[in-house]
């Protein structure tokens, strides 16, 4: 085995063990470009501190060797967030979603049921408790 030498073995194993890039560390990232393109026009020193030290809370997070307290800290505010977390972490995909699928919910057993879009008039039967209504999608 040839050892690797310079900068490319240093840098493959740098992020062995470390967190990496995830939703909530994505989610600061979007929060700090919002907010630095909003200081563009207000200029304050306030907002300029605040937008550093959540682009450095972010780099802590993505290269904190507490794999286990970050997953934790991850899944806690991605589970508050919800319906939102979907765009957080694919906003391509989320975009599709809903320009392909309606998404309506069982009047029996409020069951969340995905329908395609633009068949019209359809009859839809849940999966939980197997009723059927109408939808128009």
Request: include cysteine.
């Amino acid at each position: 085995m040839v050892a690797k030498s310079g900068f490319g073995g240093n840098s493959s194993n740098f992020m062995n063990g470390r967190n990496g890039v995830d939703q909530f560390s994505i989610l600061v990232v979007i929060v700090a470009a919002i907010l630095l393109v909003i200081n563009l026009f207000a200029r304050t020193l306030p907002l300029t501190i605040i937008v550093l030290l959540l682009v450095a809370y972010a780099v802590f997070r993505i290269l904190s060797p507490d794999v286990a307290s970050r997953r934790r800290e991850n899944d806690q505010v991605m589970s508050k967030l919800g319906p939102v977390s979907g765009w957080i972490s694919n906003p391509a995909a989320a975009a599709r979603e809903g320009r392909e699928f309606k998404h309506a919910t069982c009047p029996n057993c409020h069951q969340h049921v995905r329908v395609p879009r633009g068949k019209g008039h359809i009859r839809v039967t849940c999966p939980r408790c197997h009723q059927k209504f109408d939808l128009r999608s």
